[in-house]
């Protein structure tokens, strides 16, 4: 019989033979790799209780907890699909995902459940369970009355595992379709690639609803069989006192950047660490070289996307190279990355120019859009990454990618995308607006803030903050303007565009 190409099935192939050493810890509880089997297994055995069709999706939407991962490895080990959603989103954007996903099981805080069972119904989706942080809810009422020792399906390699919702240009998110085998190929390499051990002691603080936080760094714990000191998210106070414990930890730009700002945060503090990795954004040279100077260590960045998991990494191991500043590093193993011009011809080293990726780990397209899809790949299965880039930027050796820009209009604050269009949309609707346009601005925490320019319509009087209190109502936090800005007009080129690069050189320095 063929092997089984689940995940989760894949994962475990990694825990220790020793099922009795701890797993996970957080300041209130260990739980060891048996207790991921069984609770895992009890909760899959509800799913399969609830004789979900294959391919179901499960969406969730619950503060981080040792029970939330459960639930994760759960839908995989029952063949469902897990679709993670932001805990910063509003009603309003849960709604469209539930509607376009059709989600047959939704998980979420029971603080939220009442708005939530009723965008469920509209959804069409028949189970709505609650799940706390502390890990109680009717979830683990519905659980407890199930066995544990469940069998994980079997999966094939091309079966969904995952739907991530990533933002789109036109304001519109879509579903990046990520299957068992662009996980499990990813994680393979990461193992590999950043020299995974079992002895290893990772300090998670990032959240598991994005790519970052559940497959870069939970499946690398959970493949070396190691363990992870699990936190609810980053705070300074605790990842001081965890750093002494650990050997990894993987940030966005904004967790280095708090780290430095605190003056306890030293080389001692480090001195257990075998590796510091940040990704998601542009890691700022002068951070990079800042953690260098006070630590000792050198940051390894990488680059990957939800539609792609990680593409490109600065060497872990030295006989490949040095960890260079500014740059991405080198496509992992079996990962192919091109620059190309307009006409997409591939460009030498040292010219900049789009994107475009090729591998195991690329998924295979948008959630019930196809046309998307289409548009998002060359006629050859390139994907466009929307990343502009160069080889051999940054003084570094050609083989190393340097991210320099992005063709596509988005912001990456703390980590976190934000797509202007999204906005912009709900800016517009606003009576008295007349028009509007949202850009980053560079910010010393976040790297990048939003902040929007708006048009009143002739004649009307806007106020700032009741736009913001508006946008608060139907927008996750992170997608707020930092600030709002009136304008008479907004510049625009001969072909009508509004000139963002013209607004974001006038509104830097705020
Ligand atoms: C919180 N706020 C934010 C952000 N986070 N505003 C802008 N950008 C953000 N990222 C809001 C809060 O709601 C609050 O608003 C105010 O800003 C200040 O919040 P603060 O307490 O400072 O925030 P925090 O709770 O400490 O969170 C900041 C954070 C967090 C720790 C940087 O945003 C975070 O964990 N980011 C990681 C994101 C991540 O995992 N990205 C991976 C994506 P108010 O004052 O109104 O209440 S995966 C990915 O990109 C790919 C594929 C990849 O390559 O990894
Ligand atoms: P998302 O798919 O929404 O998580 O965001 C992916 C995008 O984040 C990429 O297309 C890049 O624009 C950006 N990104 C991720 N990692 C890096 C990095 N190390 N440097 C620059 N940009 C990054």
Redesign the pocket.
């Known amino acids: 019989m063929e092997g089984n190409a689940n995940l989760y099935a894949f994962l475990a192939s990694g825990f220790p033979q020793d099922r009795s050493a701890v797993a996970i810890e957080t300041p209130e509880q260990t739980y060891s790799w048996n207790d991921i089997e069984t609770m895992s297994g009890r909760l899959a055995s509800l799913l399969q209780a609830l004789s979900l069709p294959p391919g179901a999706r499960v969406a969730v939407q619950v503060e981080k907890s040792p029970t939330a991962l459960m639930l994760y490895l759960a839908t995989l080990r029952a063949g469902l699909v897990y679709l993670p959603l932001n805990t910063a989103y509003r009603s309003a954007e849960v709604e469209y995902f539930l509607t376009d996903a059709e989600p047959a099981m939704v998980v979420c805080d029971s603080k939220n459940l009442e708005w939530m069972e009723g965008i469920a119904k509209k959804a069409g989706t028949p189970h709505v369970y609650t799940l706390d942080q502390d890990g109680n809810g009717s979830l683990a009422v519905a659980a407890a009355s199930q066995g544990d020792d469940f069998q994980t399906v079997q999966s094939k390699p091309d079966d969904l595992a995952a739907i991530l919702y990533?933002?789109g240009t036109t304001g519109r998110s879509k579903g990046a379709m990520l299957s068992h085998r662009n996980l499990s190929s990813n994680a393979q390499v990461l193992k590999t690639f950043w020299g995974w051990r079992s002895d290893d002691v990772l300090l998670h603080m990032l959240p598991i609803f994005?790519?970052?936080g559940l497959f870069v760094a939970s499946h690398g714990a959970l493949l070396a069989g190691a363990k992870m000191i699990w936190l609810p998210r980053l705070n300074v106070d605790q990842a001081l006192h965890y750093l002494p414990q650990s050997t990894v930890m993987m940030g966005v730009p904004t967790y280095y950047v708090r780290l430095l700002a605190d003056d306890r945060f030293t080389r001692d503090v480090c001195s257990n660490m075998r590796l510091f990795i940040?990704?998601?954004?542009?890691?700022l040279t002068e951070t990079f070289q800042a953690f260098q100077t006070r630590t000792g260590m050198t940051i390894l960045?990488?680059?990957?996307?939800?539609?792609t998991v990680m593409l490109t990494s600065n060497p872990y191991d030295a006989s490949l190279g040095e960890r260079i500043g500014g740059t991405?590093g080198l496509p992992l193993p079996g990962v192919s990355v091109r620059v190309v011009d307009e006409q997409e011809n591939s460009l030498p080293a040292g010219e900049i120019g789009n994107v475009q990726v090729q591998g195991p780990n690329v998924f295979s397209g948008y959630w019930r859009m196809p046309e998307k899809t289409r548009e998002e790949f060359t006629a050859d299965g390139w994907f466009r990454?929307?990343?502009v880039g160069q080889f051999g930027g940054a003084n570094a050796p050609d083989s190393y990618l340097t991210?320099v820009g992005?063709s596509k209009d988005?912001i990456?604050s703390g980590g976190y995308?934000v797509y202007p269009k999204e906005i912009e949309l709900v800016i517009d609707a606003l009576p008295g607006v007349d028009e509007s346009a949202v850009i980053g601005v560079p910010h010393p925490d976040f790297g990048e803030a939003v902040v929007a320019v708006v048009v009143p319509k002739p004649g009307q009087t806007l106020d700032a903050d009741r736009i913001l209190a508006s946008l608060k109502d139907s927008l996750a936090n992170f997608k707020v303007p930092k600030r709002v800005h009136f304008a008479d007009a907004l510049v625009r080129n001969t072909m009508g565009k509004v000139q963002k690069n013209a607004l974001r050189e006038q509104y830097k320095d705020l």
């Open positions: 990533t933002s994005h790519v970052h940040s990704g998601s954004a542009p890691l960045e990488r680059y990957g996307m939800s539609e991405v990454t929307g990343d991210i992005r988005l990456i995308n």
